[in-house]
């Protein structure tokens, strides 16, 4: 269980934050050898709903930014507590950003975290440019990694890869489910290989489920793995 109650917050969110019941897995993310391990994404579990439902429910009451709160600090908690060593990927509404004195409490409490984070930024809801760029100055004064995640699909296409210019592009399981039965996949992710190299950034082949779509990503040059045949959350 995350607790948030000795956060210097507002009372506010403290008390939003007081009403959620939540954990955190983490699920590995490797190099091409498939044993070690690069950063961990840290994944949301509810005590009462899904992951989805407990989203949507949110997007409905118009309070996404509680749960980027929960987050970008509970995760981090989580992570902490649980000795991990290698980087965290954390996952970030795109519309959301933290407030100044959220950014002061988390450099406060988390500052050993510099240089080991990792922003997801998600493909949904609709992308704000100006909470990007507010997220982007914490972000580099943190020497923290963006990353685009479920590149292929929502609002994460080419453009918005564009736009944020980030360190690390994740590639979505439906470019890479049975890519190597798939010659017009195998085409696909070739060019976006090209592209995100010729750009200096790191590629994750996400949601690999056999053997041969590992193989397959490793001998295409994809950099870093996550996936059920790796390793499932926990």
């Known amino acids: 269980m995350i607790y948030y109650d000795h956060l210097p917050l507002s009372e506010e969110i403290l008390d939003a934050l007081a009403e959620l019941h939540i954990d955190y897995v983490f699920q590995p993310i490797f190099y091409p050898d498939g044993k070690t391990i690069y950063a961990r994404e840290a994944l949301m579990r509810p005590h009462e709903m899904t992951v989805t439902e407990l989203i949507d429910k949110y ?11 929960a987050t970008i600090f509970g995760a981090t908690q989580a992570h902490i507590l649980r000795g991990y060593s ?6 970030s509404f795109p519309s959301e950003c933290f407030y100044p004195e959220e950014q002061k409490a988390f450099s406060d409490y988390y500052g050993q975290m510099d240089c080991q984070g990792i922003i997801e930024i998600l493909e949904y809801p609709e992308f704000s440019s100006e909470s990007w760029e507010e997220k982007k100055k914490m972000l580099e004064k943190k020497n923290m990694l963006v990353a685009v995640d479920d590149y292929g699909c929502g609002n994460n296409d ?17 470019l890479i489910t049975g890519i190597d039965k798939s010659i017009e996949k195998q085409r696909n992710i070739e060019d976006c290989i090209k592209r995100f190299h010729k750009n200096n950034q790191l590629i994750i082949a996400e949601g690999i489920e056999t053997k041969e779509e590992f193989d397959y990503l490793v001998g295409l040059g994809v950099d870093l793995f996550q996936g059920y045949y790796l390793a499932r959350p926990a």
């Open 59 to 69: 997007a409905k009451e118009n309070k996404l930014h509680i749960l980027e709160v």
């Open 158 to 174: 080419d453009a918005q890869v564009e736009y944020i210019q980030p360190q690390i592009v994740k590639l979505d399981r439906s």
């Open 86 to 91: 290698e980087k965290v990927t954390l996952n």
